[in-house]
């Protein structure tokens, strides 16, 4: 079957010939690809800046944001029947008996660092015809997010970090109700997004959908398909090349929450200056090797003690980000029929990977679909 791979040593990207995956685990569940996104993390693998391959082989098969269709399942198979179309989850777990993470399901908080994931660190990934895994690892889409599930793994993102932020919102300011409903927790509080791509995008999406008052800042300038989507959405883009970080604090007051998804750190150090009091501030990029700059540690430590800053990393997703992911994207389908679909830049043959993949996008999101697509 046809898969795409990186060969690290020979430092190159390109389409291959692998034998089909086998079911060996009576909960196994055979699947064939249909969308598999590609991202930044893809294009850093794909210039072996990041990425192992599993143990003892030569090359990695890329690809983390899938949907596929079941075509067969084990015998001790549950919930998935043929014909269900999946998304699988990245990680899997390390083998340390004593990493509570791993061995109560919550992999994306890893003890050890031992997980591998899937397409990314010693695990081969999904952008090939056919994929064995696991059942549990499975999230079932329902038939009417078929065309934007491959959103799925991004949005999960969003949807860990509003999780982890509520809890930390709804339980630190003592006057807040912590009852609020999902939609309204937000409401009368503001959050500024940092970048446009599509983990900004999905980000601006949930926080609107959960009532705040959303801004996204980034050096894209208007009008582009970016920047009209945050404005679909009852957000506001606001653009570096126009306003600075204090500019941007005094438009938008008190920022009570900053979620940043450039990876650039430079950038993210420098909006920790307009996070407001209370407020909270979401880490979701991965920065490479970057130079040196300097900073103000002093100020940092001040304004967080003095202000009640949080401070928070999150990574991946488990499973119960990917269920939010899916109800999530029947909301924003709902609310916005029209953009949701905007966000898929396009769909490409497998062939064309190798080449997209290290290219800066076009559009937001930029799809691989393999042959049989349904
Ligand atoms: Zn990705
Ligand atoms: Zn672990």
Redesign the pocket.
């Known amino acids: 079957m046809k898969a795409v791979a990186v060969f690290p040593h020979e430092r190159e990207v390109r389409v291959t010939d692998e034998s089909d995956p086998a079911m060996t685990s009576p909960d196994h569940v055979m699947i064939r690809m249909l969308d598999i996104g590609i991202c930044g993390t893809d294009r850093e693998i794909c210039n072996f800046q990041y990425g192992v391959p599993p143990p003892g082989e030569e090359h990695l098969t890329i690809g983390h944001e899938a949907v596929g269709r079941v075509i067969e399942i084990g015998p001790g198979v549950e919930r998935l029947a043929p014909g269900d179309v999946v998304v699988p989850s990245v990680r899997r777990?390390?083998m340390?008996p004593e990493?509570l993470?791993?061995r109560t399901g919550h992999?994306d908080f890893?003890?050890?660092g031992?997980?591998s994931e899937r397409g990314i660190k010693e695990a081969h990934g999904c952008m090939a015809e056919r994929v064995v895994e696991h059942e549990r690892y499975l999230n079932v889409v329902p038939p009417q997010l078929r065309e934007f599930a491959v959103l799925t793994e991004p949005l999960s993102i969003a949807q860990k970090a509003m999780e982890q932020i509520f809890w930390s919102m709804q339980h630190r300011p003592p006057w807040l109700d912590r009852d609020v409903p999902p939609g309204e927790r937000g409401r009368g509080l503001s959050a500024l997004v940092l970048g446009v791509g599509p983990v900004g995008l999905l980000g601006a999406m949930t926080l609107v959908t959960s009532g705040f008052t959303t801004y996204v800042y980034s050096r894209e300038q208007p009008p582009s398909p970016r920047t009209d989507v945050v404005a679909k959405i009852g957000a506001t883009y606001l653009s570096s090349a126009d306003l600075t970080f204090d500019q941007v604090g005094a438009q938008i007051g008190n920022v009570d929450l900053i979620y940043e998804a450039v990876g650039q750190s430079y950038f993210a150090l420098a909006a920790l200056t307009v996070l407001g009091t209370n407020g909270i501030y979401v880490l979701t990029g991965v920065p490479g090797l970057e130079d040196l700059v300097q900073s103000d540690p002093a100020r940092i430590m001040r304004e967080m003690v003095l202000k009640n800053q949080v401070l928070l990393g999150t990574v991946n997703a488990g499973a119960e980000a990917f269920g939010l992911s899916l109800d999530a994207l029947s909301e924003f389908d709902r609310r916005w029929p029209t953009v949701v679909p905007t966000l898929i830049a396009g769909r490409f043959p497998p062939g064309q990977a190798p080449e997209l993949v290290l290219k800066r996008p076009a559009g937001i999101k930029t799809v691989i679909s393999f042959e049989g697509r349904d």
């Open positions: 777990p390390c340390h990493c993470s791993c992999q890893c003890y050890t031992d997980f």
